[in-house]
């Protein structure tokens, strides 16, 4: 908890909700503020492309952070859906004291570190998207999310990877 207070900071406005499995908690195309805290349970951004297919870009297990940063920080609609896998509870706060003149040195320090490491993380995956093979990407989902293969359906791995459900089978089996 002390962790969550350190994100949300002096967030009075910050909502503790409970959602059920398949609740859509952001839809695509609306400016959003709103950054979703995973207390329990476990949530996905995805977006949909023309063809209706998903891609989906991270998973948000206990103790994550989900939010689309460019409506966040820019006013820009937002390109993610985000939803629940399992039934959740989420806490639903701004990312608007990110901008406040009132942080002390040291809170920026600290929110400039973590806005360091998603931006390396999303790098990495970008890069792991561009050159690596489709099992080197699984080995890679396994140590980031290494519980989850339990509890989301295979496709939804498969989208994750870049892949069909038929090619994580393969490499599943060779595993």
Same mark, same amino acid.
């Given at each position: 908890?002390?962790?969550?207070?350190?994100?949300?900071?002096?967030?009075?406005?910050?909502?503790?909700?409970?959602?059920?499995?398949?609740?859509?908690?952001?839809?695509?195309?609306?400016?959003?503020?709103?950054?979703?805290?995973?207390?329990?349970?476990?949530?996905?951004?995805?977006?949909?492309?023309?063809?209706?297919?998903?891609?989906?870009?991270?998973?948000?297990?206990?103790?994550?952070?989900?939010?689309?940063?460019?409506?966040?920080?820019?006013?820009?609609?937002?390109? @993610?859906?985000?939803?629940?896998?399992?039934?959740?509870?989420?806490?639903?706060?701004?990312?608007?004291?990110?901008?406040?003149?009132? =942080?002390?040195?040291?809170? @920026?320090?600290?929110?400039?570190?973590? @806005?360091?490491?998603?931006?390396? =993380?999303?790098?990495?995956?970008?890069?792991?998207?561009?050159?690596?093979?489709?099992?080197?990407?699984?080995?890679?989902?396994?140590?980031?999310?290494? @519980?989850?293969?339990?509890?989301?359906?295979?496709?939804?791995?498969?989208?994750?990877?870049?892949?069909?459900?038929?090619?994580? =089978?393969?490499?599943?089996?060779?595993?």
């Amino acid at each position: 908890m002390d962790f969550l207070k350190e994100i949300i900071g002096a967030d009075t406005k910050a909502i503790h909700k409970n959602f059920k499995k398949k609740e859509i908690i952001q839809k695509q195309g609306v400016v959003s503020k709103n950054a979703f805290y995973v207390k329990k349970g476990l949530i996905r951004s995805y977006s949909i492309d023309k063809k209706g297919k998903e891609h989906i870009f991270m998973f948000g297990t206990e103790e994550w952070i989900i939010a689309d940063i460019e409506s966040n920080v820019f006013s820009k609609p937002t390109q @993610l859906y985000i939803d629940t896998i399992e039934d959740s509870e989420i806490v639903v706060f701004s990312l608007d004291y990110l901008k406040t003149d009132q =942080s002390t040195k040291e809170k @920026l320090q600290k929110n400039s570190k973590l @806005l360091a490491r998603r931006i390396g =993380s999303l790098q990495r995956r970008v890069i792991q998207l561009m050159s690596s093979s489709a099992k080197e990407r699984y080995e890679m989902f396994l140590e980031t999310y290494p @519980l989850l293969p339990n509890r989301i359906p295979q496709k939804m791995i498969a989208s994750y990877l870049g892949i069909t459900a038929e090619a994580l =089978s393969k490499i599943r089996r060779e595993l």
